[in-house]
């Protein structure tokens, strides 16, 4: 099989009620390396097995009868050999065995990347980040365990334990029986202790997934804890999170350890019986004195496979409980970035309808309601009002990341659920609001997701219009400057305006600003919003802001209220009616007055 295939294998067809059968799946393509594992250490075992009955051979035919055909340095020779075989094929074995259980979790964990960028906003903003990692970490590894330890060593158990019996079975069948009454006894204890450990590891992973939870929370909001001395909380809250992960590792270690001391009981009673038998057998003469020391060194050999095979049952309970746990991941449906038909002959004009549109996030709980408005191209639209008033959710049906619940968006005069998400995320450029910025150079940042080779020239063009040029050359390194962790630290507003020239170097046809000059300071923000006005010249915009000086321009002012648009029209239109808007211009004319005069009382 190519290792194109294997890495292109979508394992969304590992989806299976029954677990097993949904590993055995998740294993295509490395069935065969697998087969292989199992048989060489199968061959390995059959090494071992002839050993023993070399070794019969040796002391019956050859000491005792002295009738043996083969003289000393062959059987000497056939030790070795045996052992070489065992030692090869155990060796072989283990090669198999960690590239099936690295390759399967290599693939999977490639999967699961690529699958958790491709999840819809909804699953991501009702998803735990932790749960996640945990998901993609710690259950992916007990995967791999059970790939290369559980998986193996069922073949292993299963092989050497039919070899070895044969082997019995061929020295006396008598004994043979007599050596395998112990099974059902180690069978019954490994299905009841597999029923308890699943429970116990599962309530164990959820636990582990709280901690990270905790732990990444603690860590991005690190600054958030320290400014509100909130740390002996946190540490308490911690530690009681942690006492609680614990405990259900005790218990979950308790059921794993009881497996052994009553295995050890049953697998010890069983050897005492099967030398007993087989003493008494030899001293009456039904068998030979050969024959007893290969049984004695046989029945070691199927009596722990067998407590080994107890404890793999309990162990593949944990395998299986993260299958589930991962599963419930790649069950998820991801963006259909492709769904949608309609692709404009031309460039996208960039008009906008909306007709009696209706938003929620939740069932019965609506969040945008009967919005109303139209736009044309290249005009600027600025969104205006209250906290939680729903600006973000507007803007943010545009490039279909949430779908609209009723009425219409209509972009160009077709409804904008017939444009593939694609091809609209290509089409528009969003600064959001709280921008996220990768650990990587600035360059990097500012280049990202514009999928062509852009020169030097164009990234300083771009960091000009959004002011940030002479800030960015500030920098020892200047575009090279690595951000975050391991380089600089980045304020709030050099943070938004290199998304600013992120968004502007794709050179979108239609714009939205969230809320992005926010952050920055009002001569920067009279800097910024220049260079945007510029930029904005024949694109479709939308500027969501707080300052009336941002949005007075603007062709068309929508001031919006719990979900409604309650003031419509162009600034000089708004300051002249009775409204909200003529409330915040008033109040907002009065503070800059206010600081001018204060400005000028200090020169
Ligand atoms: N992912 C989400 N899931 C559920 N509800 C959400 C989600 N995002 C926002 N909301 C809710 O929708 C409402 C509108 O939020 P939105 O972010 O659109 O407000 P906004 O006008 O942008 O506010 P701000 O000026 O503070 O940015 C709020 O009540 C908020 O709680
Ligand atoms: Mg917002």
Request: aromatic share 10%.
């Amino acid at each position: 099989m190519s290792r194109f295939s294997k890495q292109d294998f979508d394992l969304q067809n590992t989806i299976s009620k029954n677990r097993l059968t949904g590993i055995w799946k998740m294993m295509y393509g490395y069935r065969l390396r697998y087969l292989g594992a199992i048989t060489s250490i199968g061959l390995a075992a059959l090494a071992k097995t002839f050993t023993f009955l070399l070794l019969r051979y040796f002391i019956d035919t050859y000491f005792l009868e002295e009738t043996a055909t083969i003289g000393l340095p062959y059987i000497a020779l056939g030790f070795i050999g045996l052992a070489l075989l065992e030692g090869c094929f155990s060796f072989l074995s283990g090669v198999l065995a960690s590239q099936t259980a690295e390759g399967i979790t290599r693939r999977l964990r490639n999967y699961l990347f690529d699958h958790l960028q491709k999840l819809t906003f909804t699953y991501h903003s009702k998803t735990k980040t932790g749960d996640l990692i945990e998901r993609s970490t710690s259950d992916v590894d007990a995967l791999r365990r059970f790939f290369a330890d559980q998986a193996i060593n069922i073949g292993r158990i299963l092989l050497l334990f039919i070899v070895n019996f044969i082997a019995i079975l061929n020295i006396n069948a008598k004994l043979a029986l007599i050596s395998i009454i112990v099974i059902p006894f180690i069978l019954i204890v490994s299905l009841l202790l597999f029923k308890k450990v699943s429970v116990a590891y599962e309530s164990y992973q959820q636990q582990e997934a709280i901690l990270s939870t905790t732990l990444q929370e603690n860590l991005s909001g690190v600054r958030v804890v320290k400014a509100f001395s909130r740390q002996k909380y946190e540490i308490d809250k911690f530690d009681k999170d942690n006492f609680e992960k614990y405990n259900r590792g005790k218990r979950l270690l308790l059921m794993d350890s009881l497996f052994w001391p009553i295995s050890d009981i049953f697998c010890g009673l069983q050897l005492l019986a099967g030398y007993y038998f087989g003493a008494v057998m030899a001293i009456n003469g039904e068998i030979t004195v050969g024959s007893y020391m290969a049984y004695a060194g046989l029945l070691i050999y199927i009596i722990f496979p067998l407590r080994n095979l107890g404890r793999v049952i309990v162990q593949t309970s944990t395998g299986l409980v993260s299958y589930s746990r991962v599963i419930d991941i790649i069950k998820e449906n991801r963006e259909p970035l492709d769904q949608g038909d309609h692709l404009p002959d031309g460039d996208l004009q960039g008009n906008f309808d909306f007709i009696h549109l209706g938003f929620e996030y939740e069932q019965g709980d609506q969040t945008l309601e009967d919005i109303n408005f139209s736009v044309k191209p290249g005009h600027v639209t600025a969104l205006l009002g209250s906290t939680g008033s729903g600006k973000t959710t507007l803007v943010q049906l545009l490039p279909r990341f949430y779908e609209y619940t009723t009425g219409e968006i209509l972009l160009d005069g077709v409804p904008l659920h017939k444009y593939p998400r694609k091809y609209l995320r290509q089409q528009i450029g969003i600064v959001e609001q709280e921008p996220f910025l990768f650990s990587r150079t600035i360059r990097e940042n500012i280049t990202y997701g514009v999928g062509r080779d852009v020169s030097d020239q164009e990234v300083e063009t771009a960091a000009k219009a959004a002011a940030i040029h002479e800030g960015i050359l500030a920098f020892q390194d200047g575009y090279q400057t690595l951000v975050g962790e391991r380089g600089v630290t980045l304020s709030g507003g050099q943070k938004q305006r290199i998304a600013i020239a992120r968004t502007l170097l794709k050179n979108p046809r239609i714009l939205i600003l969230d809320d992005s000059t926010s952050s920055v300071d009002t001569e920067t923000e009279a800097e910024i919003r220049e260079a945007l006005w510029n930029l904005m010249q024949n694109r479709t915009t939308f500027i969501i802001a707080h300052r009336i000086q941002s949005v007075a321009d603007a062709d068309l002012i929508l001031v919006m209220d719990k979900g409604r648009i309650i003031q419509k029209g162009i600034h000089t239109e708004l300051i002249n009616k009775e409204g909200v808007y003529r409330e915040i211009f008033k109040i907002q004319t009065r503070i800059e007055d206010e600081l001018k005069k204060e400005l000028e009382n200090v020169d």
